[in-house]
């Protein structure tokens, strides 16, 4: 009971960095895509994936102020064409045509480590630095897939309701180099809705029924992997879902199991591929797909208010 007491507290205090009113200690999801009946985009060609994800959260105290999380991640994606594709490209005054079917297997290991420092008037900054090895699956780790990118991100505390957040965000990606300003929020709009997010890469409308929260998500993917030296795949989408979290957490705890489902459609998706001795990048438009996700959660309620139980607050 102590260790549980001290992990508490550790992420309460992580919670001064980042939107979302809980810390998911650990979180493995498994999602599979299908082509859209609704709406295809610009359908050019006709690619679904699946992918499983596991993420990792492990905090380090270094003071009363200060706190270093270390979160490790693994995402595995298979892409799978159901049709095939006319290719043309240019190299040089040769124009190449062929035809292809896109089938490819990524893995991506990921290191970011957070530290995050609490002022006395309950602001706060929080500095990341990200490790990532983006590669096809059967290629070997190298300096040919590996990815450094940071983020630093400040956050005001206006009251107890609402908390504004800003910052900036960088990756090395295998295309060139990725720079968005960050845009984020907590807002407690009432005793059951509770909205956060960190544009532009994702906004959450929570909405709950006790144990059972149901809501509206937007996430923005934004990938690159390294196929072999100056070679690169790149996914670029957006995802507007619905979901639904049951959280197995009891009255007097604040730490247990949530299950996982969400179902969405993607939005704007871009695949650009550039091969080594091809100087021109490869751009199109797949068709637009819809997902299920389901998953599992070791999850930690970060906040008082995120309500789980009629009228007893945790």
């Known amino acids: 009971m102590r260790h549980l007491k001290l992990i508490t507290l550790f992420f309460l205090f992580h919670l001064v960095g980042f939107s979302q009113p809980y810390i998911d200690l650990l979180n493995i999801q498994y999602g599979q895509t299908y ?21 990792f959260n492990a905090p380090l105290k270094l003071n009363d102020k200060k706190l270093l999380l270390i979160s490790p991640e693994i995402n595995n994606k298979i892409y799978q064409q159901s049709d095939s594709t006319l290719i043309m490209q240019q190299n040089g005054s040769t124009t190449i045509k062929a035809y292809s079917r896109f089938h490819e297997h990524y893995i991506s290991f990921a290191l970011p480590v957070t530290l995050i420092h609490k002022f006395e008037n309950q602001n706060s900054i929080s500095a990341t630095m990200v490790y990532r090895q983006n590669k096809k699956y059967e290629n070997d780790f190298g ?6 990118g940071g983020a630093i991100l400040y956050t005001k505390t206006y009251n107890d309701k609402f908390k504004l957040k800003g910052g900036v965000y960088y ?15 907590e807002w407690r709009a009432s005793k059951n809705i509770f ?21 509206f998500a937007f996430r923005g993917i934004e990938e690159s992997y390294s196929e072999r030296r100056s070679s690169y795949f790149r996914d670029r989408e957006g995802h507007l879902k619905l979901y639904l979290n049951y959280y197995l957490i009891n009255k007097n705890q604040k730490i247990g199991l949530t299950l996982l489902s969400e179902v969405g459609q993607s ?3 871009l695949y650009e591929f550039k091969s080594a001795n091809i100087e021109k990048v490869s751009k199109c438009h797949p068709a637009e797909n819809y997902f299920i996700r389901i998953g599992v959660a070791v999850r930690l309620i970060t906040r008082s208010d995120f309500k789980l139980w009629p009228s007893h607050p945790i």
Do not use: M
Request: hydrophobic share 30%.
């Open 35 to 55: 082509i859209s009946k609704i709406y295809r985009g610009k359908d050019e060609f006709k690619v679904n994936h699946e992918w499983k994800s596991y993420t």
């Open 143 to 148: 300096r040919t897939s590996d990815q450094l």
């Open 171 to 185: 990756n090395r990606e295998f295309w060139g180099n990725y720079i968005t300003p960050l845009i984020g929020f």
């Open 195 to 215: 909205c956060w997010g960190l544009l532009p890469n994702s906004t959450t409308i929570d909405i709950s029924f006790n144990k059972l929260h149901a809501g």
């Open 267 to 269: 939005v704007n998706r």
